[in-house]
């Protein structure tokens, strides 16, 4: 009799064991996914993780219902992968597998199954049909080509090498002869970019040289598309190219050789909810170690994490400092708006210089991008006689004021509630809104220059990824002349009639209360000015902020990465902060807000048995309540030196003792190790 430990897609940390039945003995493998019943009705789609011949010591062991592969859909590398995910980042095998795999691979019932195969089949048909575009492999610059060569050099002796380039010095021509030459070689090659900024843009362009052998692998693509990205995966010839986003890094590779991780600094690349809890960039360095492949880090302000690294000489380092075609870095003047506000010469959220720049790009036929990291119209809404302000029933926050549709919404839960007549507590009806979104800066702009044509790119205009591409479309033919956004405007678009770039409102990313706050902002605002400026111009970028004198301001001026750096890291090392330690966040949540700051007093008091100083807290979160659960905090700082396996070992047996008392029914505990 042959039993099989299986993965199902729940968050637990072991396998469960089920009986064979004879008729699959001579095709389950390690890596197919088997249908078993689980508990008295469910019925779930599992990966087996073993196969052997002995009898677990329990008195009813169920048997499989079906097996659905006869070769594994899940290769050996992958499932080392999540063994070093589940350990690294402490979360359950379950859980990765229900992150790793596309939806359609792991239905719940058998008629599902069917119906997606079906569809896959169609897809495939579909997908047999590429494109036949003239291969053009472009004219490297003597700039690029030195960098291209340097990279080369960098990796006979680093397996990671950084790639720093400013914005616009052509980093993704480097990146099409680096894959060329891998593709040439016989390996694959993954290149991975953050969600919001694969778009058809960088994807059309790719298509151009690798058509036939290069597939995309996005999440807003629809569930077949991915299984059939998935299946050409595990096939005996799958694509040699994978252009994805961070959940790319688990598919499957046979003979992967190169991975080019762009804007590597982007902390989208870490997954934040649910678990698992990963950071593509730092699991493609081990996915790129398993197959003995190379990775390329590339952006043009580097995380504090990798350039750390790099001069530590942990990895290679390639700059490229020199604009392609020479294009000169945009010109950012300081609005300093605390002196302007004053003397009340603001007109909404612009400055007068700002509005006579836009008023000049306009009679130029130029266009203007706007850039306001808030989305909605104003932060929240208050009584003017008596101070209140609405909040989510569910989450400790106040309510977003989308005009729009005339209501509040909670950006944690997405609950929606209608703007009340008038003030619950003193009957009043005088609301003002308070602070500036996205949709308040696009009323502003119609009041100002009426006969401006705008876009708005936030995430509430980007539902679909068709709204997001089109309003990238319309803006790069010139359909509008203001481009209104959050950070979404800043991910490397090139649009070519840019010459304005307003920043409205620095500081509001300055101070966030976040040790990571300076080198985000720098990371963005850089971003977002590299927008300005194309070809034959120099781009004029305006920066508005009460902390015109202060020093990160100066240094996003100069572009003076280095400074902002060494004086960040100096903080850094003092303060006990990553990359010179590591942080791991322990959250408990429960519904009972008495029960929860006892639990996690007795929690982080178990901790500092094993951990000593390293603990702090337990503190509220910034928002302690999201959807009716009450959260607490404990934030570790471990030496960089530690052994992470003693580290996880000692919170998974705290958690175990936390678990086991009747009183902490209903407890839920995890972990966000490396937090962004
Ligand atoms: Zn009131
Ligand atoms: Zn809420």
């Given amino acids: 009799m042959l039993y099989a430990d299986v993965i199902l897609p729940l968050p637990l940390h072991d396998t469960f064991t089920y009986a064979v039945p004879q008729n699959m003995e001579d095709n389950i493998k390690r890596g197919c996914r088997v249908v078993v019943p689980f508990g008295t009705k469910k019925i779930y789609t599992a990966i087996v993780a073993r196969v052997h011949d002995q009898r677990p010591d329990f008195p009813e062991i169920k048997s499989i219902n079906e097996l659905l592969d006869t070769t594994p859909i899940v290769t050996e590398k992958q499932l080392q992968l999540w063994k070093w995910i589940a350990s690294y980042y402490i979360c359950t095998i379950g859980e990765i597998y229900k992150a790793a795999l596309p939806g359609g691979l792991k239905p719940k019932d058998e008629n599902a199954i069917r119906e997606k195969n079906k569809r896959r089949r169609n897809l495939f048909a579909q997908d047999d049909t590429f494109l036949n575009n003239e291969k053009c492999v472009s004219s490297l610059s003597e700039a690029q080509q030195k960098a291209f060569d340097e990279i080369e050099e960098s990796f006979k002796s680093h397996n990671t090498t950084l790639l720093h380039g400013v914005t616009s010095s052509g980093k993704t ?129 580097p995380s504090f994490e990798v350039y750390h690294a790099a001069r530590k000489g942990k990895y290679g380092y390639v700059e490229l400092n020199q604009r392609y075609k020479n294009v000169k870095l945009p010109d950012i003047h300081v609005v300093d708006i605390k002196e302007l506000r004053r003397k009340k010469l603001m007109k909404g959220a612009f400055s007068p210089v700002l509005i006579d720049a836009i008023n000049e790009a306009l009679t130029n036929k130029k266009q203007v991008i706007l850039f306001q990291n808030r989305r909605g119209f104003s932060n929240f809404i208050e009584c003017k006689n008596c101070g209140w302000v609405p909040r989510c029933e569910h989450c400790d926050v106040s309510l977003t004021y989308h005009k729009k549709n005339n209501q509040l919404t909670c950006h944690y839960c997405g609950n929606t509630y209608t703007l009340p007549e008038c003030c619950p507590a003193c009957g009043e009806k005088n609301f003002i809104n308070k602070g500036l979104g996205t949709e308040k800066v696009e009323d502003q702009i119609k009041e100002i220059f009426p006969e401006a044509t705008t876009l708005r790119m936030d995430l509430d205009t980007t539902r679909s990824r068709t709204s997001y591409e089109n309003i990238i479309n319309d803006f790069a033919e010139h359909k509008a002349d203001i481009l209104i956004g959050t950070q979404m405007v800043t991910k490397g678009l090139d649009f070519d009639n840019v010459s304005i770039v307003g920043i409205l409102d620095a500081d509001t990313m300055l101070n966030q209360p976040d040790f990571r706050s300076y080198e985000r902002s720098f990371h963005t605002l850089s971003q977002v000015a590299g927008r300005a400026g194309r070809k034959d111009q120099q781009g004029q970028v305006f920066l508005q902020t009460r902390n015109a004198d202060s020093d990160i301001i100066k240094q996003i001026v100069e572009n003076d990465y280095w400074n902002m750096f060494y004086n960040q890291m100096m903080e850094r090392k003092d303060f006990h902060y990553p990359p010179f330690y590591r942080l791991i966040n322990v959250y408990l949540k429960h519904k009972d807000n008495q029960l929860i700051g006892h639990l996690a007093d007795d929690m982080a008091a178990l901790l500092r048995k094993s951990f000593g100083d390293r603990i702090l807290g337990p503190d509220c979160p910034p928002v302690a309540r999201i959807q009716s659960m009450y959260i607490r905090k404990i934030m570790i700082k471990i030496e960089i030196t530690a052994s992470t396996e003693k580290v996880r070992n000692a919170l998974t047996a705290i958690q175990s003792q936390m678990l086991q008392q009747p009183v902490a029914h209903g407890l839920n505990i995890y972990y966000d190790v490396d937090p962004m």
């Fill in 173 to 301: 021509e480097i990146y099409i002869n680096l894959i060329k030459k891998y593709i040439d070689e016989g390996k694959q090659v993954l290149y991975m970019l953050p969600e919001i900024a694969l778009t058809t843009q960088i994807t059309e362009r790719l298509e151009k040289v690798f058509s036939d052998c290069m597939g995309v692998y996005h999440s807003k693509f629809t569930d077949a598309q991915r299984v059939a990205v998935y299946q050409k995966q595990i096939s005996n010839e799958p694509f040699k190219l994978i252009l994805g986003v961070r959940s790319s890094i688990f598919l499957p590779y046979t003979n992967l050789g190169l991975i080019i991780v762009d804007e590597e600094h982007e902390s989208s690349y870490k997954q934040q909810e649910p678990a698992p809890r990963y950071h593509a960039r730092n699991t493609a360095l081990v996915l790129a170690n398993m197959y003995g492949a190379k990775t390329l880090l590339g952006t043009a302000t």
